[in-house]
């Protein structure tokens, strides 16, 4: 969904668009069963390897037949500056080189196209499909809305708050970095004319979607069957950023906890959410109040966390019972009421000290432990003050559990399973953790750090061409 402001994300548009996406694309899928998704890639979890990166070209090698690989990229950027994290992605041939926000709640995939009338100023040049020798327009056809000469597929995305981006959708070889074991691939991706909102405004060029729906880059690479169905996120933590992401399976720790996620629930990857305990004590809501409407649902593109009232209110009245040391006080914004507290010290890790962990308790009476910053965000203008990331979603009953939420966590979305996986993690240091080589730790955002993933080369020949939507 891809919401950064405050108060509200406005989701409601953004669920009803996606709503009739999926609906359209289950439609046009025709058969909605997809080829059966091969092993995931087992890396071995008891050893590391000092020279990872020269190690990892026979460790690929062995790997290749059988089991499926995945790509493993990095990502950038950081919630409190950019509101989102991006990862790298490149198109075309030779390649292009986009930063894209990595969003679970949405479908399409697209980047500013170079004939763009109306887009703002981003990271990279916009993409100029005349330069790529393997782009290919997707087709006029019965199941796409085209455009006004009936000649191009077209796409629409309306976000809350004004944001939207439309264009028309091409096809091309798009690669995922030098530590991806993955081959670039054949994809569909939209090439923006317009946007609007945030989408405009934006540092980022434009958004990954990993959502569930035919567009999706998941759905399209487990499609092919060149992936497992299964992606994986982790973002890093406060005033570090930056993290990790894998397309595709990967082995997971044996104390990971697990929620179910339904698909036929929702079209958005949603969590059963039973209980929110802040220090301890479950909050007196009713059970019912996380199943409302779309339920609770995870997204990575969004910022914050929106509950229905009633749990937001509980959570903030046990949130601030539990902080009475600390001074209330104003948010960095006069435009939004934030609920900060000041005099907790600048260190982020002596935070559980002075705030109460949080936990999440899920329908399987499994439980994910928050802590502080996976609620807070810090005070653009106090030293050592931290305001509420968490706030009541207006008057939708939908519970939306953006990326904050998430932060030094290994998210794996394992549609394959219909389950979503929590592991509390150092994502900066996430391959150490894991005990897995063959790339470099994810580093935290810097331009030093996009150095080190170069273009890939792309394999253009003797790709099939991928029928039109
Ligand atoms: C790692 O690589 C460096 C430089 O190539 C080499 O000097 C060192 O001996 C290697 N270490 C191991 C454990 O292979
Ligand atoms: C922050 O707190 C941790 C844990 O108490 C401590 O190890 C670390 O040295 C502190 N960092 C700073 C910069 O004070
Ligand atoms: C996570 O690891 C990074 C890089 O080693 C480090 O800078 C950061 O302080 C760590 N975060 C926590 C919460 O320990």
Redesign the pocket.
């Known amino acids: 969904m891809a919401s950064r402001g405050r108060p509200r994300p406005g989701s409601l548009q953004a669920l009803a668009a996606v709503l009739l996406l999926a609906a359209a694309s289950a439609a046009a899928a025709g058969s909605p069963d997809r080829p059966a998704p091969g092993p995931p890639l087992f890396l071995p979890l008891t050893r590391s390897y000092?020279?990872a990166s020269?190690?990892a070209g026979s460790l690929r090698r062995g790997l290749d037949e059988g089991a499926h690989p995945n790509a493993r990229m990095r990502l950038h950027d950081d919630l409190l500056t950019n509101g989102y994290y991006t990862t790298r992605l490149y198109i075309g041939t030779p390649p292009q080189e986009f930063a894209l926000i990595v969003d679970s709640g949405s479908t399409v995939t697209y980047v500013p196209c170079a004939s763009c009338e109306q887009c703002g100023n981003h990271q990279d040049p916009r993409f100029q499909p005349d330069l790529s020798s393997t782009y290919s327009p997707v087709k006029c056809n019965v199941d796409c809305t085209c455009d006004n000469d009936k000649n191009q597929c077209t796409y629409e995305r309306q976000y809350a708050e004004m944001s939207s981006s439309s264009g028309v959708l091409g096809e091309d070889i798009v690669s995922f970095g030098r530590e991806s074991e993955l081959k670039p691939q054949r994809a569909v991706f939209g090439c923006e004319n317009s946007e609007t909102g945030d989408l405009f405004s934006q540092h980022a060029d434009g958004i990954m979607g990993l959502g569930r729906g035919q567009l999706s880059i998941m759905d399209q690479l487990v499609d092919k069957g060149v992936i497992s169905d299964s992606f994986s996120l982790c973002y890093g933590g406060m005033d570090v950023g930056g993290g990790a992401m894998v397309l595709g399976g990967m082995p997971s720790p044996s104390d990971m906890v697990f929620s179910r996620s339904d698909p036929v629930r929702s079209p958005y990857y949603n969590i059963e959410l039973k209980e929110i305990h802040v220090g301890g004590k479950a909050l007196r809501v009713d059970p019912r109040v996380f199943d409302s409407k779309h339920g609770t649902v995870l997204d990575s593109g969004t910022t914050y966390a929106y509950l229905p009232e009633q749990a937001f209110v509980a959570f903030k009245d046990a949130v601030t019972s539990k902080v009475h040391s600390l001074k209330k006080i104003r948010g960095p914004d006069p435009n939004y009421k934030d609920i900060c507290f000041a005099g907790a010290g600048r260190n982020v890790s002596q935070l559980h000290e002075v705030f109460p962990y949080v936990d999440m308790v899920f329908g399987n009476g499994q439980k994910l432990s928050l802590t502080p910053e996976n609620y807070l965000f810090r005070h653009s203008k106090v030293d050592g003050a931290y305001c509420l990331g968490v706030f009541q979603n207006g008057k939708d009953p939908t519970t939306l559990l953006g990326g904050i939420i998430v932060r030094n966590t290994l998210v794996t979305y394992d549609r394959h399973n219909e389950k979503i996986g929590f592991w509390k993690t150092n994502c900066s240091e996430l391959w150490e953790r894991l005990h897995i080589g063959g790339a470099p730790s994810p580093g935290p955002s810097s331009d030093t750090g996009s150095q080190a993933d170069m273009s890939p080369t792309p394999a253009p020949s003797g790709l099939p061409a991928v029928s039109c939507f």
């Open positions: 000092p020279n020269r190690l």
